[in-house]
C-alpha cells in the first residue's frame, strides 16, 4: 500500500538557519503530494502541495519538489524564523479510486533565536 | 467562517464508557474523516465518509463508530473506551479530488483511565 516515509525529528535549529526535512514516498502512479503544518495547539493545516512530476510548491518562504525518479518530496526553507517552530507532516494522496491521505510520521522543528 | 468544528477539545474517560466526538464543517465538503495522532506513529486514518449515508473503514477502525446522516455532521462514537484509545483526534475534510486541500479541526485531546 501507499506510504510516506519522512526524516525523524526532532530537528533544532537556530534562527536563519537553512532547513531541509526529507521525505519519500510509496505509491502506485503519480499521487498528489502534501506538505501540513501543525503549530502547538492547533489542527494541521495545508503549507503546500504539488500534483505532478516536477512541480514545484512553494508558500511562505517554505518550498518542495515533486520529483519522481527518487519518489521524494523534500521540505526546504532558506532563512527559519522562531515562528515556523512547529510540526511538519509529508502526505500523499493516490491518483486515483478516493480522497484517503496517508501522512508520515511528522518532524518536530524548533527555531532558536 | 467557522471551518471544521469539534468538539470537546478535551476528555476524560474511565475505561468501558462510551462517548461521542462531534464535528462538523460548514464548507459544504463531501470527503469527512477522522485521524488519531499518537507520538511517533503521525496520522492513522479511523474512518471516512465521501458523502451523507456512506462511510468506510481506515487503517485503525476498531473501538470506533460513524455515521453521516448529514453532509455536515461526521460523529466518531467510541463504543467501549480502552486505554489504547487515549490519543489526539482529528477529524478533518475536503471536497472530492486528488488535489483538493484537506481542512482540519483542531482536534480532541482524549485520556481513557
Known amino acids: 500500500g501507499d506510504s510516506v516515509t519522512q526524516m525523524e525529528g526532532p530537528v533544532t535549529l537556530s534562527e536563519e538557519a537553512f532547513l531541509t526535512i526529507n521525505c519519500t514516498y510509496t505509491?502506485?502512479?503519480?499521487?498528489?503530494l502534501f506538505w501540513y503544518v501543525q503549530y502547538p495547539g492547533e489542527g494541521l493545516q495545508l503549507l503546500l502541495k504539488?500534483?505532478?512530476?516536477?512541480d514545484k510548491g512553494s508558500n511562505k518562504g517554505f518550498e518542495a519538489t515533486y520529483r519522481k525518479e527518487t519518489t521524494s518530496f523534500h521540505l526546504e526553507k532558506g532563512s527559519v524564523q522562531v515562528s515556523d517552530s512547529a510540526v511538519y507532516f509529508c502526505?500523499?494522496?493516490?491518483?486515483?479510486?478516493?480522497?484517503?491521505?496517508?501522512f508520515g510520521t511528522g518532524t518536530r522543528l524548533t527555531i532558536i533565536p | 467562517n467557522a471551518g471544521v468544528t469539534q468538539t470537546p477539545k478535551f476528555q476524560v474517560l474511565k475505561t468501558g464508557q462510551s462517548m461521542t466526538l462531534q464535528c462538523a464543517q460548514d464548507?459544504?465538503?463531501?470527503?469527512m474523516s477522522w485521524y488519531r495522532q499518537d507520538p511517533g506513529m503521525g496520522l492513522r486514518l479511523i474512518h471516512y465518509s465521501v458523502g451523507a449515508g456512506i462511510t468506510d473503514q481506515g487503517e485503525v477502525p476498531n473501538g470506533y463508530n460513524v455515521s453521516r446522516s448529514t453532509t455536515e455532521d461526521f460523529p466518531l462514537r467510541l463504543l467501549s473506551a480502552a486505554p489504547s484509545q487515549t490519543s489526539v483526534y482529528f477529524c478533518?475534510?475536503?471536497?472530492?479530488?486528488?488535489?483538493?486541500?484537506?481542512?482540519f479541526g483542531q482536534g480532541t485531546r482524549l485520556t481513557v483511565v
Open positions: 502526505a500523499l494522496r493516490p491518483n486515483f479510486g478516493n480522497e484517503k491521505l496517508t
Open positions: 464548507m459544504n465538503h463531501e470527503y
Open positions: 505509491a502506485t502512479g503519480y499521487p498528489s
Open positions: 504539488a500534483t505532478k512530476a516536477d
Open positions: 478533518a475534510s475536503s471536497r472530492q479530488g486528488r488535489n483538493t486541500e484537506a481542512f
